[in-house]
């Protein structure tokens, strides 16, 4: 079936390096995603990484990618106060997005 | 490049009223994207358009919801009759054909409570 899931919450201090970890089900997707969600606002697409890929580096983000065990996570170096919102997982099935729950990053100063 | 536009942006009604939500997606983009957002939880597709034409509609509760896409432009999704349950955030996405390396670009969503 379809279901990607997400941890809840993560909280870490400012200049600490962020990691969120998601697991989905579809092992044909080919596209996997990465969204912020900050407080009133729509969804903003971080950063994606293509299914024959296992690493992708963007600025302050890492995107690994283990497809054996259908594990995607993001790394956010230097990690700021300006970085607390929800972050969303979502993979590509069937030409549309699947999400996770969401992961909400706390920041601490 | 202008984004995706959504509008109301807020709506209050009360249970078994209509309310309709109206999206305006990128130029040229031919996939349109209806997602429901429940507080604390990720969207959820609730109708995928491909120009005109419906692709995926299996989440929409069709005795209540209702869209369209005129012309392969703008969409207007309605709830009739609204429940409790339908609060929620709406969001309408957009993306160009084959989407992959380009995301979809989310509008700011319209956010309908139901009292």
């Known amino acids: 079936g379809e279901d990607v899931e997400q941890s809840l919450f993560l909280s870490v201090r400012e200049g600490d390096s962020s990691v969120i970890n998601c697991t989905y089900t579809?092992?044909?997707?080919?596209?996997l995603y990465w969204y912020k969600q900050e407080p009133g606002a729509g969804l903003q697409l971080l950063t994606y990484i293509f299914s024959n890929m296992d690493m992708k580096q963007d600025q302050r983000l890492t995107v690994l990618l283990n497809k054996k065990d259908k594990h995607l996570s993001l790394r956010i170096a230097d990690t700021q106060t300006g970085d607390s919102a929800i972050y969303f997982c979502?993979?590509?099935?069937?030409?549309?997005?699947?999400f996770g729950q969401g992961t909400e990053l706390s920041v601490k100063p | 490049e202008a984004g995706v536009a959504q509008s109301p942006r807020y709506k209050i009604i009360e249970k078994r009223q209509s309310v309709a939500f109206w999206c305006n997606p990128i130029?040229?983009?031919?996939?349109l994207y209806w997602y429901q957002q429940i507080l604390g939880q990720g969207p959820k597709l609730l109708i995928q358009f491909q120009n005109n034409g419906v692709v995926d509609d299996s989440q929409l509760p069709k005795d209540r919801f209702s869209a369209e896409r005129l012309k392969g432009v703008d969409s207007t999704l309605k709830i009739q009759p609204a429940k409790l349950e339908d609060s929620a955030v709406y969001l309408c996405?957009?993306?160009?054909?084959?989407?992959?390396?380009?995301?979809?670009?989310f509008g700011s969503g319209t956010r309908l409570t139901v009292v």
């Open positions: 996405a957009s993306s160009p054909t084959g989407g992959g390396r380009y995301g979809y670009t």
């Open positions: 130029s040229g983009h031919a996939t």
């Open positions: 579809d092992s044909s997707s080919t596209y």
């Open positions: 979502a993979e590509r099935t069937g030409g549309k997005l699947i």
